[in-house]
């Protein structure tokens, strides 16, 4: 893998692309400033346009589809949410050697909360509550079932037993793998969610919180986007808030034990996946995974 990749086949993006790209299709902005912007995010390339706005292009095959899935429902979604959430402003096509679509949005102020601390956990763990009740309560007719498009976000904790249990045997030396084991047996036997789907954000972690004035204004990276378990959202308990915050956030849910206890099985899975792959290419993203494990194998001792 070359320097400065996080995956194999991942493409060369750079700010003179872009640039071509703009020149070819939106000359309307082509000579507004280009800046690379630096993210722990592993599928899209982001860089800021101007002052109001940014472009965001995949770098790797599995993240193309997103594209079409954030222009069709991120405008149907914004209006029902608490807090602000990217809308499309304009759909690129393949063009000067970029073999794929790619979007314009509006750029959102803040830092995202992996840089800049809240000011109130627990009230950040309320408004992030709000914002997945929401979400949960808009119609899911027609959104996207979890698959590739998803990385499978919102699967049974079942179909995530191969990976995971990969993941620990890769991770020995680096974790306890008999703890980890046991905690995600431990999930498994949780009974599986048997409503009808709802919506999911599928990637709720620090990186894709905003925070300005120490407040949580925007929630971004919908790429994870789809309909499956509510679980998948509630991996944010053990990945950013802590013993006080999350136990704030469960109250603030409509969450049977169940989900709750699938919610820990999907932090401590995702942990697993993520870290053997991002440790050496991404320092941010694998030390939330880090956190997601010890904080899930920690609370999965205390019970529900």
Excluded at 13 to 18: E, M, Y
Excluded at 107 to 124: H, I, K, M, R
Excluded at 167 to 175: D, N, P, Q, S
Excluded at 208 to 232: E, R, S, T, W
């Amino acid at each position: 893998m070359s320097a400065g990749k996080m995956h194999e086949d991942e493409l060369d993006i750079d700010a003179p692309l872009v640039r071509q790209l703009l020149t070819a299709q939106f000359p309307q902005w082509a000579e507004l400033p280009i800046t690379p912007v630096l993210s722990a995010g592993t599928d899209n390339a982001i860089y800021r346009l101007g002052d109001d706005m940014c472009v965001r292009l995949p770098r790797i095959a599995w993240a193309l589809e997103q594209v079409d899935k954030e222009q069709r429902w991120l405008p149907r979604l914004a209006p029902y949410l608490p807090l602000a959430i990217p809308v499309p402003l304009g759909k690129g096509i393949p063009g000067e050697g970029y073999p794929w679509r790619w979007s314009i949005y509006r750029w959102f102020e803040g830092e995202n909360a992996t840089n800049e601390p809240v000011a109130d956990p627990l009230q950040a763990a309320r408004t992030i509550a709000q914002f997945i009740t929401a979400l949960q309560k808009i119609d899911p007719t027609d959104g996207p079932l979890p698959g590739a498009h998803n990385s499978h976000r919102g699967v049974p904790l079942a179909a995530r037993d191969s990976a995971t249990r990969r993941a620990i045997e890769a991770l020995r030396g680096t974790i306890d793998p008999e703890s980890a084991t046991a905690g995600w047996e431990t999930a498994l036997r949780t009974p599986a969610w048997k409503e009808q789907p709802v919506w999911i954000h599928g990637d709720l972690q620090s990186g894709n919180l905003l925070v300005q004035h120490g407040q949580i204004g925007a929630v971004i990276d919908f790429g994870c986007l789809g309909v499956g378990d509510p679980a998948c959202d509630l991996q944010i308990a053990w990945n950013f808030f802590s013993t006080d915050s999350r136990e704030v956030f469960r109250a603030a849910l409509p969450v049977d034990d169940a989900t709750w206890a699938r919610g820990r099985g999907w932090a401590l899975s995702w942990g697993l996946i993520a870290l053997p792959y991002y440790q050496t290419t991404n320092p941010v993203l694998a030390g939330i995974a880090r956190r997601a494990i010890t904080e899930a194998l920690t609370d999965s001792k205390g019970g529900v």
